[in-house]
């Protein structure tokens, strides 16, 4: 149940850049700073920022004997051939098929690959961006084009470059959200789709 206390005065959103208070509520993350909501916009945000070495340490550890040792398990999976299911996000890609003429794909976050590989499957040209060496290294073992960036700076995205862009849970995790979201906005092509 969420927390209705306001943990601050009021400052400005990094998400909707307006003036607004913020609600603890009750989660705090992986690099260990609290999760908060936004009273404006309901965007939920890390509350403190975090240096970027700690943030790689922890993503890279999460692989190896953290809660993303399912993201290896799926991993294993696609290396032997199977195929992992993913209902939801099948749907929504599917819905982005039908409104785009594109197939161009960034995916920021993409963990060890496995919504790479099912975009891929289904005629995707494919970019997976994330700050985990270990994560890059296992989509890389599955073929997909996978890159590594740091963790205060927006992945390189080139304007009017991708069809479609994806982050599956990772935008709690952003201090810089507005120039992210700009980044992004700029690199779609027009008619483009962001997740």
Known sequence: MRNPLFISDEKTCR????????????????????????????????????????????????FATGPYQAYSREFEKLRSGKKVWLPYRTWLLRN??????????????????????????????????????TAVHLSKQLGLDARLFEVDTVPPLPEQSADCVVMWEVIEHVWNVHEYLLKIYRSLTDGGYYY
């Open 96 to 133: 982005v098929e039908r409104a785009v003429a594109g197939r161009r794909m960034v995916e920021i976050g993409g963990a060890s690959g496995t919504f790479g590989m099912v975009a891929v499957s289904r005629g995707w040209s494919y970019i997976g961006f994330d700050i985990s060496e």
């Open 15 to 62: 998400s909707c850049g307006q003036v607004a208070r913020f609600h603890d509520i009750g989660i705090q993350g992986n690099e260990g700073a609290r999760l908060v909501e936004c009273s404006r916009c309901g965007t939920v945000l890390v509350d403190q920022k975090v240096a970027p070495q700690v943030i790689m340490s922890i993503y890279n550890n999460l």
